[in-house]
């Protein structure tokens, strides 16, 4: 199935250092969401995007949702140790029966003490 | 407020059983989608359930059934298993078809 680009695949940054993830599709979307997952969990929505050049911040992240609609960007702050974890970007497309989300392959975070 | 459940946990199978997985939505959540996560991989998108139809299916096979009860409450049926289907099995909840969607913790289902 249909899976986004996104990079890096992963990081491994200091605590305290800014991070930054992107997204890309070959197809627009709608919508633009970003979820966390940490081991033997599901995904937690962090930050939903629903207008072209919208930038949304929640606390230390802060997404934006590109002007072509084909890419979103993430970037985490003043990192923490509980920032481990991987981030997935995923896409909707919406209208008529397309709510479904594409999602990418993620990109695992891992910030050192 | 609970959030979305799934049973069981986790579940080992035998090549060509069946299995069904079950996931309670969040409270006033009346759509579930279930989605398939290969390990390494983002989820993919099995099938949409409102209004107890399947309102959007994605590229699996019809190995793959479902089923939404009044409750809302949803099942995720596979017959015939394959090796390939191990996986972590994620159930999402959301106020309508359109809205956000919520992630339970998964069943991790392995066939051997």
């Known amino acids: 199935g249909q899976q986004l680009n996104q990079s890096p695949q992963s990081m491994f940054i200091q605590e305290g250092e800014d991070v930054s993830m992107n997204c890309t599709s070959s197809s627009i979307f709608n919508t633009w969401l970003w979820y966390k997952q940490d081991p033997g969990e599901g995904p937690v929505l962090l930050i939903a995007l629903y207008k072209a050049g919208e930038l949304t911040s929640n606390g230390r992240l802060t997404a934006q949702f590109g002007i072509t609609r084909k890419d979103s960007f993430l970037n985490i702050s003043a990192s923490i140790p509980s920032d481990v974890g991987i981030y997935f970007c995923a896409g909707q497309l919406g209208g008529g029966s397309n709510y479904k989300l594409t999602f990418g392959k993620g990109t695992l975070l891992t910030v050192n003490p | 407020d609970a959030g979305v459940t799934q049973s069981p946990t986790h579940l080992i199978k035998t090549r060509g059983q069946q299995v069904t997985l079950r996931c309670s939505p969040k409270?006033?959540?009346?759509?579930v989608s279930w989605y398939q996560q290969a390990l390494g991989q983002g989820p993919q998108f099995i099938f949409q359930y409102y209004e107890e139809e399947e309102r959007q299916r994605g590229n699996f096979p019809d190995r793959f059934s479902g089923h939404q009860f009044p409750n809302y409450s949803s099942e995720l049926n596979v017959n015939a298993l394959l090796l390939g289907d191990s996986a972590l099995y994620l159930c999402a909840s959301s106020l309508s078809w359109f809205d956000e969607q919520y992630f339970g913790p998964g069943t991790r289902l392995t066939v051997t």
């Open positions: 409270s006033g959540h009346d759509t």
